[in-house]
């Protein structure tokens, strides 16, 4: 079975310092990884993702995450963190050449302070 | 065009009554989750819709939870004699392909469900 660790359930940091929010799963089998974010009442969006190839993966708005086979990480990341960045990130991994259901972490709240 | 859509937003239930929880994936969308968010955890996968049928269905914590698609769009969640261990956000996903498909899911803004 696959499982899926966000290591911090929240994460304080001041604006314009750089974040790492830690994301470590399980599985057996090869997975696709993702992260999806929750801004306050609003559905979840998905914010990057690794299927195959380059194991560094960014997204639109900054954020990074890299693929790490050996540790079973995909650990997401900021340089320069913004208010609008508070949010609730969620990790989460599918079995590669099944139908994709998500299988989630807890989540880590960021909370980006002025 | 537009999101997925659920309703309602907020539902409110006594414990024992039914309750149905309807979800308008993109138009045109193949496939269809459902998912239970419990307070301060990640989303757990409930069942999946490709167009019209059932494929699994493992997530579904008893056989009080019922879920259809019987047209290969809308899609309703059925929770019958509800509990207190039901409530939760419940969330609907669509994505554009089927079975092996890797696109992105798009998640509706769920229902907060809550049993008195």
């Known amino acids: 079975a696959q499982s899926v660790t966000q290591l911090d359930s929240q994460v304080p940091v001041f604006e314009e310092a750089p974040v790492e929010l830690r994301c470590n799963y399980s599985?057996?089998?090869?997975?696709?990884l993702f992260w999806y974010v929750q801004y306050p009442n609003q559905g979840l969006q998905l914010l990057l993702k690794?299927?195959?190839?380059?194991?560094l993966v960014e997204s639109i708005n900054g954020f990074e995450a890299e693929f790490n086979k050996s540790q079973t990480s995909f650990h997401l990341r900021k340089p320069s963190v913004h208010i609008s960045d508070t949010a609730e990130y969620f990790c989460?991994?599918?079995?590669?050449?099944?139908?994709?259901?998500?299988?989630f972490g807890a989540g880590t709240r960021l909370a980006v302070h002025p | 065009g537009a999101g997925v859509s659920q309703s309602p937003r907020y539902k409110v239930a006594k414990r024992g009554q039914d309750v149905a929880l309807r979800c308008d994936p993109i138009?045109?969308?193949?496939?269809l989750f459902w998912y239970q968010q419990a307070l301060g955890q990640g989303p757990e996968f409930l069942t999946y819709f490709q167009n019209e049928a059932q494929l699994d269905k493992s997530g579904l914590p008893s056989d009080r939870f019922f879920a259809e698609r019987p047209e290969g769009s809308v899609s309703t969640l059925k929770i019958q004699r509800t509990q207190q261990e039901d409530s939760a956000v419940y969330l609907c996903?669509?994505?554009?392909?089927?079975?092996?498909?890797?696109?992105?899911?798009?998640f509706g803004p769920g229902t907060r469900l809550t049993v008195l």
């Open positions: 138009s045109g969308h193949v496939s």
């Open positions: 690794y299927l195959s190839g380059s194991t």
């Open positions: 996903a669509s994505r554009k392909g089927s079975l092996w498909d890797t696109d992105t899911q798009y």
């Open positions: 599985s057996s089998v090869s997975v696709y």
């Open positions: 989460a991994v599918s079995l590669s050449g099944g139908y994709n259901k998500l299988i």
